[in-house]
T-cell receptor
Framework: AQSVAQPEDQVNVAEGNPLTVKCTYS??????LFWYVQYPNRGLQFLLK??????LVKGSYGFEAEFNKSQTSFHLKKPSALVSDSALYFC????????????FGTGTLLAVQP | SQTIHQWPATLVQPVGSPLSLECTVE??????LYWYRQAAGRGLQLLFY??????ISSEVPQNLSASRPQDRQFILSSKKLLLSDSGFYLC????????????FGPGTRLTVL
C-alpha cells in the first residue's frame, strides 16, 4: 500500500535561511506526489505536485520540491524563509486502484523565527 | 474560477444531536468531491468521496453519512453525534481524474460537548 512519511514533527529555521521539510514515500508504480500548506483554522492550500517530468518542481510562494526516485523522497524547499511561511505542511501521495485517494503524511510544523 | 464553500464555519453541538454540514463548489461541473476529518490539528482522514450525484464511497465505518443531492453539493450528516466526532471537517474537490490536484474548502470546526 502507498504511504508517505514526514519524519519531523517540527522544523525551526531563522528568517532568511533556507528551509527543507522532508517527505519520503512508498508506492508501487509511478508516484503522484503533492505538497499542501495549512494555516491555523484554515483549509489546506495546494503548493505543488509531481506527476512526471523534471525532478525539480516549482510551486507557489517561492517553494519548490525535489523528486528523488532512488531515495524515494520529495522534500520541500525554499531558499529564504519568511516568518509568514510558519504553518503546517503536508506531503501526500495518490493511491490508485480500488480506493483512488490521497494518502497524507502526519504533517510538519514549520516555525520561522524573526 | 472555481470556488468551494463550506458552512457553517464553526459549530458546537451536544452529544446525541444531529449534524448537517454542507459543501458546495462553484465554477465547475461534475467534480469529484471529498469529505475529510482532521483531528488534533494534524492527521487527515478521508471519510467519503463521490464521483457523481447519488454516488458515495465510504472509507471509514462510523456514525457519519454523506449525500450528494446535486452535482456541486456534498453533505455530511449524522443522526446522533458522539464526543469523538469533534474535529475539523474539510471538503475538497477535483476535476476529472482522482490524480488531479485536490482543492480544499475553508473547513468547519465541530465541537461536540
Amino acid at each position: 500500500a502507498q504511504s508517505v512519511a514526514q519524519p519531523e514533527d517540527q522544523v525551526n529555521v531563522a528568517e532568511g535561511n533556507p528551509l527543507t521539510v522532508k517527505c519520503t514515500y512508498s508506492v508501487s508504480g509511478n508516484p503522484y506526489l503533492f505538497w499542501y500548506v495549512q494555516y491555523p483554522n484554515r483549509g489546506l492550500q495546494f503548493l505543488l505536485k509531481y506527476i512526471t517530468g523534471d525532478n525539480l518542481v516549482k510551486g507557489s510562494y517561492g517553494f519548490e520540491a525535489e523528486f528523488n526516485k532512488s531515495q524515494t523522497s520529495f522534500h520541500l524547499k525554499k531558499p529564504s524563509a519568511l516568518v509568514s511561511d510558519s504553518a503546517l505542511y503536508f506531503c501526500a501521495v495518490f493511491q490508485g486502484g480500488a480506493t483512488n485517494k490521497l494518502i497524507f503524511g502526519t504533517g510538519t510544523l514549520l516555525a520561522v523565527q524573526p | 474560477s472555481q470556488t468551494i464553500h463550506q458552512w457553517p464555519a464553526t459549530l458546537v453541538q451536544p452529544v446525541g444531536s444531529p449534524l448537517s454540514l454542507e459543501c458546495t463548489v462553484e465554477g465547475t461541473s461534475n467534480p469529484n468531491l471529498y469529505w475529510y476529518r482532521q483531528a488534533a490539528g494534524r492527521g487527515l482522514q478521508l471519510l467519503f468521496y463521490s464521483v457523481g450525484i447519488g454516488q458515495i464511497s465510504s472509507e471509514v465505518p462510523q456514525n457519519l453519512s454523506a449525500s450528494r443531492p446535486q452535482d456541486r453539493q456534498f453533505i455530511l450528516s449524522s443522526k446522533k453525534l458522539l464526543l469523538s466526532d469533534s474535529g475539523f471537517y474539510l471538503c475538497a474537490w477535483t476535476q476529472g481524474l482522482h490524480t488531479d490536484t485536490q482543492y480544499f474548502g475553508p473547513g468547519t470546526r465541530l465541537t461536540v460537548l
